[in-house]
């Protein structure tokens, strides 16, 4: 079961439009470390941008913290939002 999106981004270069699936997304997730944040965003862009916008995306990726605002605004709309509230067991002595 793959959760495939597209996902169009307004850019100062014009739109950019990315294919996302959860494998694309998952390589993203598990490959983004502490030190290294800008790599594994440049990669992931470039992994899903559409063929007809990649020159537009290489163009503005080389502007400093690009990569990670697009990746942030791709990641916010693909991932859906979820609303979890963690139970008090009831194994806890009461306060």
């Known amino acids: 079961m793959a959760f495939e999106k597209q996902i169009a981004l307004e850019t100062p270069v014009g739109d950019i439009t990315f294919n996302v ?3 694309d997304y998952n390589k993203y997730i598990n490959s983004t470390q502490p030190n290294n944040k800008v790599q594994p965003a440049t990669n992931f ?3 899903t941008v559409i063929e007809a916008d990649a020159k537009k995306l290489k163009e ?3 502007q400093p913290g690009a ?3 697009l990746v942030g605004a791709i990641v ?3 991932q859906p ?3 979890f ?3 008090k067991s009831k194994a806890e002595p009461s306060k």
């Open 76 to 78: 916010e709309e693909y």
């Open 85 to 87: 509230t963690v139970k």
């Open 67 to 69: 990569a990670l605002f």
């Open 21 to 23: 699936n959860g494998a």
């Open 45 to 47: 862009l470039l992994n």
């Open 81 to 83: 939002e979820f609303n």
């Open 60 to 62: 503005l990726v080389q």
